[in-house]
């Protein structure tokens, strides 16, 4: 078939580091346009691959007319941009969270269904090799049952990491609308929905700004029940300053888990009986060390092969909406039931 003709909406610094170059890696893609309201960061990215630049999605989407896009800006636009795509005939890749409110993710996954295009989230850990590797273990039976668990994604913060440092959108609540909990806090609640194969139930949960400037969340830490039972905590930081850390360990009945615990052994299972299982399988791509995420792949091929996506709207919406959860629980100071 012709390529699938691209457009990345947002020329910022997981576009510069994620979705650009694995859409220049992958054989099928095409890339068609670049939108950015600092119109030199679509320049630079057109002048390097091709393609055209523009300042707003709008006239872009009018012109262009892409097969896909990505939508890789600030999290109070994921809705509205990613519908319009969609009401454009455009496939949809979407940054986490895929939208703020569980209203939004609704419509998003309402728009694409409509217009017989595919939505897909990036929630990339899913697709990372430890987490793969995780997935079939569980699966294998060999752990049993998942009892209790923690997961914790922190990192110094994106000051560090956004292209505009400590003046970056993420710091303003209007744009960001979530902090540390938007950034990190939904790959957890993705990842652990995904490993356990299972919905989360309940949350009860401390969240806070304890030590950057601004208005978002910087810390937070929710204590999750399962619909299984299983009772585990989820951890979000941006004041890890010595370093990321992005780690999970399973406590089963038959023994334990851990997840990017270990430098070089990124899974290990201890067994009850003893034994030890230790497993290479590759590192989790990290800010420091970028490493391809896989999601563009997937959401081509799922193009290509005109397939459900890897981590369709849905999935994006159930993970979404743990999040909002932790903040109403915050809020209240009560438990959550999830819906």
């Not at 300053?241 to 038959?254: A, I, P």
Request: charged share 25%; proline share 4%; net charge negative.
């Amino acid at each position: 078939m012709s390529k699938v003709r691209v457009a990345v909406i947002g020329c910022g610094s997981i576009s510069k580091h994620r979705h650009i170059p694995e859409y220049v890696g992958n054989e099928n893609v095409e890339l068609v346009a670049f939108v950015d309201p600092v119109i030199e960061r679509a320049e630079e990215y057109a002048a390097k691959h091709g393609g055209k630049a523009f300042a707003d999605y709008e006239t872009m989407l009018a012109e262009i007319k892409p097969d896909a896009v990505s939508v890789c800006t600030p999290n109070y636009l994921h809705a509205s941009m990613s519908i319009a795509a969609a009401n454009a005939g455009a496939h949809v890749l979407v940054e986490k969270p895929m939208a703020v409110t569980d209203e939004e993710a609704a419509a998003m996954i309402e728009a694409a269904a409509k217009n017989g295009v595919k939505l897909m989230v990036g929630h990339n850990q899913r697709l990372m090799p430890p987490h793969v590797k995780a997935k079939q273990i569980l699966e294998s039976g060999v752990l049993g049952r998942v009892l209790t668990f923690r997961t914790s994604f922190g990192h110094p913060g994106p000051d560090g990491w956004s292209i505009d440092g400590a003046g970056s959108w993420f710091f303003r609540k209007p744009e960001a609308i979530m902090g540390a909990m938007g950034d990190l806090g939904v790959h957890k609640s993705d990842l652990i929905r995904y490993l356990l194969n299972d919905e989360v139930s309940e949350v009860a949960a401390f969240i806070g700004t304890i030590d950057k400037a601004g208005d978002v969340d910087d810390n937070a830490n929710v204590v999750v029940r399962m619909k299984s039972g299983a009772i585990g905590s989820l951890v979000a930081s941006w004041t890890y300053y010595k370093g990321e850390d992005n780690s999970t360990v399973l406590w089963c009945e038959k023994g334990v888990m851990k997840i990017g615990t270990h430098p070089e052994d990124q899974v290990i299972v201890e067994l009850r009986d003893g034994s030890v299982e230790k497993h290479k399988v590759g590192e989790i791509s990290t800010n420091t060390k970028q490493l391809s995420s896989g999601v563009v792949d997937a959401f081509i091929d799922s193009i290509v092969n005109d397939t459900v996506p890897a981590i369709p709207g849905e999935e994006g919406r159930k993970s979404l909406q743990v999040i909002l959860s932790a903040f109403e629980s915050q809020a209240t100071g009560q438990f959550i039931k999830v819906n």
